[in-house]
């Protein structure tokens, strides 16, 4: 799949003819999808857990993942595409945000095929993309919402014993320290999670180490719990969690505890991907593509410890991502394979879902944004 800046631009441009306008009372979500519409506008109503279309957003092939910035002025997206403005690469792309609508502003070459995440730093100066196809990252710096050609780049070498998923390296997802002097890159093709001292002033980044997890295991995304030190790095090929501990001093990874998503008997596909914490610290979910399912465990605020404490379906086939609304009394739930997101009741003090919830035919949903 090809595309370019050019025509990006004009195709953005074009799908906005006409206004988003949100009745009062309700929020803006775009959803990122794996199509050539790229970024759809949904309308929500968080009394009633519904979810409106709104039309398209902005025309981008493939579109993985999409973040703001942090005022929430400014979107950022992945374009999976195996060519971009004539070179063999994914794209980046950003956007304004005014009144629920993008308007675009650049976009540029990624490191290598397949862009599928993208993450900011917590200045908002630097954003850092992970290509899974190409196995390598890159950074590039933002001013007023715009990106630089980029700054920095890593071409992964490495690969695991999983002979039909791991013949080479697979960045696959982006992050930074809670105190944003490290940057994280997890490599699910060769079994570790790369680390990085982070300059955001020039948005460069210098090694700083490695995190090994088990061979085999895939390590796909990594995310920080509210208290600081405790994070959780979910693995796709075995659906294992490994429960690290951040150092402030080295920004190292030290492995706490590894947690079995997945019964002693079950025989099927595994596939976990994705995870969710509240705000307050609580409660942790997982979802799980093999047996479709998310996977709800209580946390100790303070400690970031986990209890099994439940596991509910997904609402339909390979739950790729999955966020909760503002109020955190609903989670949304992108399942990819079948079309549709599901929209859960929870309860906010226990953390529990609803066993039936609402579905939105939605063209292959990978990311959903509030």
């Known amino acids: 799949m090809t595309a370019s800046a050019a025509t990006l631009a004009a195709a953005a441009s074009a799908s906005l003819a006409a206004p988003f306008s949100a009745p009062s009372g309700r929020k ?8 050539p519409e790229g970024i759809l506008a949904y309308e929500w109503d968080g009394e009633t857990g519904e979810l409106t279309a709104a039309g398209v957003a902005a025309k981008l092939a493939n579109v993985c993942w999409i973040t703001y910035s942090p005022g929430r002025e400014f979107l950022y997206a992945a374009s999976e595409v195996d060519s971009f403005d004539g070179k063999p690469t994914g794209a980046v792309a950003s956007y304004s945000v005014a009144n629920g609508e993008l308007q675009p502003l650049s976009a540029q070459n990624s490191a290598s095929k397949g862009t599928c995440h993208v993450a900011l730093d917590r200045t908002g100066r630097v954003l850092l993309a992970a290509d899974y196809a190409g196995g390598s990252a890159a950074s590039f710096v933002v001013t007023d919402g715009r990106l630089s050609p980029a700054v920095w780049i890593e071409h992964y070498t490495g690969h695991g014993p999983n002979v039909s998923r791991q013949q080479s390296a697979h960045a ?8 944003n002097r490290f940057a994280y890159i997890n490599d699910l093709g060769e079994d570790c999670i790369h680390i990085y001292g982070l300059n955001a002033k020039t948005g460069t980044l210098t090694a700083a180490g490695s995190y090994k997890a088990k061979p085999g295991a895939g390590p796909r995304t990594l995310h920080f719990h509210p208290n600081g030190p405790t994070a959780y790095s979910i693995n796709e090929l075995d659906s294992t969690v490994d429960v690290l501990e951040w150092s402030k001093t080295d920004g ?3 492995l706490v505890k590894r947690i079995e998503l997945l019964g002693a008997g079950y025989t099927g596909d595994t596939h976990a991907c994705d995870t969710v914490i509240s705000r307050d610290g609580k409660s942790v979910y997982f979802a799980n593509r093999g047996d479709n399912s998310i996977y709800f465990f209580h946390a100790d605020e303070k400690t970031g410890s ?4 439940g596991r509910f379906d997904c609402g339909g086939k390979s739950p790729r991502n999955f966020v909760l609304d503002p109020t955190e009394r609903w989670m949304l739930v992108a399942n990819q394979v079948s079309n549709q997101i599901s929209v859960f009741a929870r309860n906010p003090e226990a953390g529990t879902l609803a066993k039936e919830g609402k579905s939105f035919p939605i063209q292959a949903p990978m990311c959903i944004l509030f």
Do not use: E, I, W
């Not at 986990?306 to 404490?309: A, E, H, I, R, V």
């Open 252 to 254: 190292s990874l030290t």
């Open 28 to 35: 803006r979500v775009f959803v990122g999808s794996n199509t």
């Open 306 to 309: 986990l209890t099994p404490s």
């Open 172 to 179: 696959h997802f982006a992050s930074f320290s809670p105190d």
